[in-house]
């Protein structure tokens, strides 16, 4: 444990610490400026080189701005290596170079690394494109024959989705979020969140150009960004470099798409889906245009792109009745980026995400009809602003600042107290909340040089200053429990315990050396220093991952990593004792009180000796941390097929739980909020990546996984919506506990120009709890099974080139017509069960997903 214990003001002392890195930073910035500026070359240098940059997707190359490209001589040690920026049209040039022999390389993030040996005469022109092949979901390892410096093969691998697969693959939603179940160790539970090596994804951490991404209040991945802005989206399980930090659970990592050099647009998705009952159209099921377009701004030195979705959504819940079976979605997403190209070596990007949404009957279910469920409203604003500078040298400079300003609300459907029996709920929901959230980032990242010293060293240092602050409320009204025949068993009122708030500064800073020994021996090491003021004063996570690539082929690649991670405390975790607190009263089957009603007071109980009254605290004092470790190999069986085999082990401890104890206070109780929490997950992954004839590709995944912890987690009680009744905490099962799965994917070239991609995705099915009257566990939690999951997705479709009159560029245009479908073989993926044991459904299985079938059409250049 690296948790180091100092007074509160310790952090001011790191803050400051964190203002002189800035410092240090910009001043080493300016050195490398100076000393740049005084390089002359000599007067025979007459060489140059030149090229293009491009993404290949799927046989088709796009240009890459904003990517380093270093260009090392053959002079040894004594011989700095230069770098430069690709321009919006991926262009880089390297001019009055000497006659030698130079190596140049490309590492880029979410593509597979670069190098080239160039011999340069003199007076000549040497003119190399680079095409870069992006990382697949499968996490695609490529094993050449020849030699290949084993730096390019990453300690820490993550999985990749790139722009290509986001529009081809069949998805529910063209989110980004419906995409990320394809990458093994990610599934998508029964509500909605996901869960990345077993943890939930407010434990996890989304950013979006390297900038924190998410709900300030809660953690979650509530933050849309339209699916033709981005790049890629990559999934990291393991992220061992210091760079990450701020989570306990998984990474996702969004790159979004530069601005281009040339004017572009697409609209897509312009159809209308109609609903039609008893031979009648009865209304819009589905509205979800998209269209993007851009090009420069007065020349190749200033460009920009708008990406514009808008979403009108009637999706139905299968086992309520029409029309009052649909969870009802309009909003839109408008994302708009600014790049300046100050110079080749200095790119100034700035960008603005704006996203309202708003859901009628979020959480419907075959169980919970409309008048019972909760609406869901939110607004809000992303903006962030970049500087990027590269030097002669090699270093690179990076400054950025991002705001987001986020503000949600949910509420019933009226004031009637809501009921729960044994077959469901009823009456209206009764919790409703506002909030008003901001959160200010700025992330400065130094990266130095290459150094020589037992190898090849790539240091990089930074910091990120995160505030995040809210403000809100929440009421709520009485709960009824009742009994199958209609009695009052239980009531849970509540008391208004006034407005919600909390703030919190996190400060941290990092060191990161990727370290190539040989060819053959890559070791990656860092530490991230963090101190919070809701959490942890000080706390130190030590990363090392290392590479290594026995014998001469290199097809085999054997990886292993471990670090800590020290995750935020959530705002909702902060403000919990400001929360209504909860007054449970119990009857017999007369309507008799049984015993006096007890209150439970809403507190936050910190760790030692004592009773619990002794130990309640103001605020939290501590935040959950988590120790992973892997181990991974990765075979070339023969050319067109990779495998890899890995272990994954996760231990996080801390969490934070609620738990109900009685007769705390005299006959009052606690609702305690306690850090005693922990998780463990085990997971073992086969993914075989095959190419059996060319344009054509299949992945097949197998994972065996085990995730055991503490149910009552604050994820579990309060998100999406709280939950009407809370349980003793106990430590089993937990709801994403999937022991076996099989995914697959695949991209496959057809005779008239068609291309189908099918994904398969069978898997154990969903624990859930059996409960009594008073939704008690009646039985080991979780310790039922939904039946197994089966879905076949398929996506068929064929682009048209057009040659329209009058337009410079009419081969360009371009008409996709396709068909997709969402469980094409209409299994039956139950949502539902009765689970309460005095129903007398008890045990039946309801809310069949049945098949959704759909069209595609898109225009574009």
Not at 372 to 396: E, V
Not at 625 to 642: C, H, K, P, Y
Request: glycine residues 8%.
């Amino acid at each position: 444990m690296f948790e180091l214990h100092r007074p509160r003001e310790a952090f001011r002392r790191k803050h400051y610490l964190s203002v002189l890195l800035t410092l240090v930073v910009s001043a080493s910035a300016s050195g490398a400026r100076g000393q740049a500026a005084q390089e002359k070359p000599p007067q025979t240098a007459m060489g140059t080189i030149r090229g293009v940059v491009t993404a290949l997707q799927q046989e088709v190359q796009s240009p890459l701005e904003g990517v380093q490209v270093e260009l090392k001589g053959g002079g040894g040690d004594s011989q700095p290596a230069v770098a430069t920026i690709t321009d919006s049209a991926g262009r880089f040039e390297f001019t009055k170079l000497p006659q030698d022999s130079y190596t140049l390389r490309v590492n880029q993030h979410g593509f597979k690394p670069f190098a080239r040996s160039i011999l340069l005469g003199a007076n000549e022109t040497s003119v190399l494109d680079i095409a870069l092949t992006l990382d697949t979901v499968v996490e695609e390892v490529e094993v050449k024959e020849q030699t290949t410096p084993v730096s390019s093969e990453s300690p820490s691998p993550a999985s990749t989705v790139n722009n290509a697969q986001l529009e081809t693959l069949p998805l529910a939603q063209q989110k980004f979020r419906d995409a990320l179940p394809l990458v093994p160790g990610v599934i998508r539970g029964l509500d909605g969140k996901l869960s990345v090596r077993g943890t939930s994804e407010n434990q996890g951490m989304l950013e979006v150009d390297s900038a924190k991404t998410v709900d300030p209040v809660t953690g979650s991945f509530s933050i849309p960004v339209p699916i033709d802005a981005i790049q890629t989206v990559t999934v990291d399980k393991t992220p061992f470099s210091a760079e990450n930090g701020g989570f306990s659970g998984g990474l996702t990592r969004i790159e979004t798409i530069p601005p281009p050099s040339d004017w572009f647009y697409k609209i897509k998705d312009f159809n209308v889906s109609l609903r039609g009952k008893n031979d009648h159209l009865v209304g819009v099921s589905q509205a979800t245009p998209r269209v993007s377009f851009g090009g420069p701004i007065g020349g190749r030195k200033l460009n920009f792109s708008e990406v514009f979705e808008y979403d009108v959504r009637r999706d139905p819940v299968r086992g309520l009745v029409w029309p009052h079976n649909e969870i009802k979605t309009q909003g839109f997403n408008s994302f708009t980026r600014l790049q300046a190209i100050l110079s080749p070596q200095h790119l100034l990007s700035a960008d603005i995400n704006v996203f309202p949404m708003r859901t009628q009957f979020a959480d419907i279910s075959a169980l919970v009809p409309q008048t019972a469920s909760s609406d869901y409203n939110q607004k809000g604003i992303s903006a962030g602003i970049s500087d990027l500078h590269s030097f002669n040298s090699g270093a690179l400079l990076k400054i950025a600042f991002r705001y987001t300003r986020f503000d949600s609300n949910a509420h019933g459907q009226g004031s009637a107290d809501m009921l729960i029996n044994p077959e469901g709920w009823g009456g209206n929901f009764f919790d409703s909340w506002a909030r008003a959230a901001s959160q200010l980032e700025a992330y400065p990242t130094f990266q130095l040089a290459p150094k020589k010293w037992l190898g090849r060293h790539e240091l990089k240092i930074g910091a990120d200053v995160t505030h995040r602050s809210y403000s809100g409320n929440s009421l709520s009204h009485p709960v009824q429990l009742l009994r199958q025949e209609g009695t009052l068993a239980e009531e849970i009122s509540f008391t208004s315990n006034g407005p919600l708030s909390a703030s919190a500064t996190d400060v941290e800073e990092f060191i990161q050396d990727q370290w190539t020994c040989n060819e053959h021996l890559a070791i990656a090491l860092g530490g991230r220093l963090t101190s919070e003021t809701a959490g942890r004063t000080t706390a130190f996570a030590p990363r090392v991952g290392v590479a290594y690539l026995p014998g001469k082929n290199q097809k085999t690649i054997f990886r292993a990593g471990a670090g800590l991670f020290y995750d935020h405390v959530s705002l909702l975790e902060a403000s919990f004792a400001h929360n209504p607190a909860r007054t449970v009263s119990v009857f017999d089957g007369t309507g008799n009180p049984i015993g006096t009603p007890i209150l439970y007071y809403n507190a936050y109980v910190g760790n030692g000796a004592g009773s619990l009254s002794s130990r309640v605290q103001s605020a939290p004092s501590t935040s959950p941390r988590s120790f992973v470790g892997n181990i991974e190999v990765d075979r070339q069986l023969w050319s067109t097929a990779t495998l890899r085999v890995s272990w994954l082990y996760s231990q996080t401890r801390n969490l934070f739980i609620v738990n109900p104890v009685p007769d705390v206070f005299g006959r009052d109780g606690l609702l305690g909020l306690f850090n005693t929490g922990t998780a463990n997950y085990h997971e073992f992954e086969a993914t075989l990546h095959f190419r059996p004839v060319p344009h054509s590709e299949l992945n097949i995944s197998y994972i065996w996984s085990r995730t055991r912890g503490d149910l009552n987690t604050v994820s579990n009680i309060f998100l999406p919506f709280e939950q009407p009744v809370i349980r003793p905490n106990v430590s089993g099962i937990l709801p994403s506990d999937i022991p076996n799965r099989v995914v697959s994917w695949g991209t496959f070239r057809l005779p008239w120009s068609l291309t189908v991609n099918p994904v398969v995705d069978v898997h154990t099915g969903f624990p859930y709890s059996n409960v009594d009257v008073q939704q008690n566990y009646s039985g080991l939690p979780n310790g039922q099974r939904f039946p197994t999951f089966l879905s076949l997705d398929s996506q068929l479709y064929r682009d048209f080139h057009l040659h329209l009159p009058f337009t410079e560029h009419g081969s360009r245009h371009k008409v996709r017509v396709g068909l997709y479908s969402i469980n094409l073989t209409n299994h039956g993926n139950f949502h539902d069960v009765y689970n309460n044991d005095a129903s007398p459904f008890f045990g039946k299985f309801t809310g069949f997903q049945r098949r959704v079938d759909g069209f595609i059409l898109s225009f574009g250049n």
